[in-house]
């Protein structure tokens, strides 16, 4: 079974800094692309970041510059450095990632559960 368990969200004044984690455990042959997603009440999912095996990185537009997407391949974990948080940052933020586990007749897209960063005075 594999699942991606998430930690680092919080109450952070803007301007301030998080980082979040993700690690992805169990039976697990290898990981393709790693990423990050965020969804604000009344709005849609949207990536925030994505890296590849070999750490090719995007970002969207509005978090350029300010966050930094990283990840540990031995550790089956992927960060998320946050600064400069402003207001519209406020999300519950999602990892996933493509993960081809043991048995797998190919590569799944998993979820984690999801943590809230809310960014406010």
């Known amino acids: 079974q594999v699942q991606l368990v998430e930690s680092g969200g919080g109450l952070v004044q803007p301007g301030g800094s998080l980082r979040l984690s993700c690690a992805a455990s169990?039976?697990?042959?290898?990981?393709?692309?790693m990423g990050w997603y965020r969804q604000a009440p009344g709005k849609e999912r949207e990536l925030v970041a994505q890296i590849t095996y070999h750490r090719n990185t995007n970002y969207v537009d509005s978090v350029k510059g300010r966050f930094t997407i990283s990840r540990d391949n031995a550790k089956n974990t992927v960060y998320l450095q946050m600064n400069s948080l402003k207001p519209e940052d406020t999300a519950v933020y999602y990892c996933n990632a493509e993960i081809w586990g043991v048995g797998a007749t190919g590569p799944y897209d998993y979820w984690g559960q999801g943590t809230q960063v809310t960014v406010s005075s």
């Open positions: 169990g039976s697990i042959v290898s990981i393709n692309d």
